[in-house]
């Protein structure tokens, strides 16, 4: 009995980890919205998120209440490319990293901030990719490959990023 309840105590552990890892992540997404030099808007600010992720469900409740340069604050779930043109940023959980050439090729003819989750990403040509380091959730920032999106880094963001390409 003593050994399921360490067990599920550590279970217990291990979500409430991962539920903050989530609302860090998707508060991360919120501040890369206001803080990046956008080209143009139009009368709303859209952030995708691919497939399934809490990250969403977060990211819904920051949208009730905030915006992005006076802009509404939308989320919606993408599924497919064709989806990606309303968007300003997307975002591809772990599960869903497989997608990122697709997510490239898809968005060259518009402005578009790619967000991934997992190391190595930022080389395979996404803007920004999170990053656990030592149990940290930090991220690393693709400089040209933002430029190549149309989107300018600025400063701060630089100087938050745990590495810069």
């Known amino acids: 009995m003593k050994a399921f309840i360490s067990v599920a105590f550590f279970a217990l552990i291990s979500c409430i980890a991962t539920a903050q890892q989530e609302n860090l992540k998707a508060t991360y997404l919120y501040q890369f919205a206001k803080i990046i ?96 380091v030592s149990g940290k959730v930090l991220f690393e920032l693709g400089k040209s490959n933002m430029a190549k999106n149309g989107l300018i880094s600025v400063k701060l963001l630089e100087r938050l990023a745990h590495k810069v390409y």
């Open 37 to 132: 030099q956008w080209p143009d808007l139009g009368d709303s600010f859209t952030i995708g998120v691919w497939g399934e992720s809490e990250i969403g469900s977060v990211l819904e409740v920051i949208a009730k209440s905030k915006k992005v340069m006076s802009k509404d604050l939308v989320i919606e779930k993408v599924n497919d490319v064709e989806e990606l043109a309303s968007c300003q940023i997307i975002f591809l959980p772990s599960a869903s990293v497989s997608k990122l050439s697709a997510v490239i090729g898809a968005s060259k003819s518009f402005d578009l901030l790619i967000v991934t989750d997992g190391s190595g990403l930022v080389s395979k040509g996404a803007g920004i990719s999170f990053v656990d």
